[in-house]
């Protein structure tokens, strides 16, 4: 069974500075995908990024941007020029290919306040 | 244009009651899941279903039985509620055999049952 790990239970930032998250997985897959959701107040999950674990090229949107090593099994989040809308929790989710149903298997979850 | 609705977003209940939680998605996508949030805020599956077929089907009490009565509906119905039964319940949709794979989530349900 695939397991994820978020370390750090909460994080604090200052407005437009640049902050990472932390995420390991364990496997013994080796086609996957990789995933961070957002979930703000409103409790919408809101997905940020994703990655698949065949590309070398780590994924970027906008200030979004991760950390893919694979050999590692590490997958971090930085977000640059943090925003006070960036305020929320972070998940990091597995996702392993299957025919069909293909679940997320999620961390525990980091709380990020962006304070002004 | 809402992708995921699930309704409704709040749902308040005693012990021993059956109620349900209906999600709809207008994305086209063939699967969709529940997902359950506890109060520490971590996120388990609970079923899924492609094309109105139950595909994953977890270690969950058989008093949640999913149903799916087309590919843009599944809803989740719960008997006999218990107090553990308080969560948030997340409706969830992707579309599995385009080599797309991700998941769009619904606002979410909290129910409370006291």
């Known amino acids: 069974a695939q397991t994820v790990t978020q370390s750090q239970p909460e994080m604090s930032v200052q407005e437009a500075e640049t902050v990472t998250l932390s995420c390991t997985y364990d496997?013994?897959?080796?086609?996957?995908?990789l995933f961070w959701y957002k979930q703000p107040p409103s409790r919408q999950m809101i997905l940020v990024i994703r990655?698949?674990?065949?590309?070398?090229q780590n994924a970027t949107e906008n200030r979004f941007s991760v950390n893919f090593q694979k050999a590692a099994k590490s997958f971090s989040l930085k977000i640059s020029d943090s925003q006070l809308g960036d305020t929320a929790m972070y998940f990091c989710?597995?996702?392993?290919?299957?025919?069909?149903?293909?679940?997320?298997?999620f961390g525990e979850g980091t709380q990020l306040t962006v304070n002004p | 244009d809402t992708a995921v609705s699930q309704t409704p977003k709040y749902l308040v209940t005693q012990m021993g009651n059956d109620k349900s939680i209906k999600c709809e998605q207008n994305?086209?996508?063939?699967?969709m899941y529940w997902y359950k949030q506890d109060s520490k805020k971590f996120l388990k599956i609970m079923f899924s279903?492609?094309?109105?077929?139950?595909?994953i089907n977890e270690t969950v009490p058989n008093r949640f039985s999913p149903k799916s009565p087309d590919k843009a509906h599944l809803n989740l119905h719960i008997n006999s509620l218990e107090l553990g039964d308080s969560a948030v319940y997340f409706c969830?949709?992707?579309?599995?055999?385009?080599?797309?794979?991700?998941?769009?989530f619904g606002p979410g349900t909290r129910l409370t049952v006291t």
């Open positions: 969830a949709s992707s579309q599995e055999f385009s080599g797309a794979y991700e998941q769009y």
């Open positions: 496997t013994s897959e080796n086609n996957y995908y």
């Open positions: 990655q698949e674990a065949y590309k070398q």
């Open positions: 989710a597995f996702m392993k290919k299957e025919t069909s149903g293909s679940r997320l298997t």
């Open positions: 994305l086209g996508h063939d699967t």
């Open positions: 279903y492609n094309n109105k077929e139950l595909i």
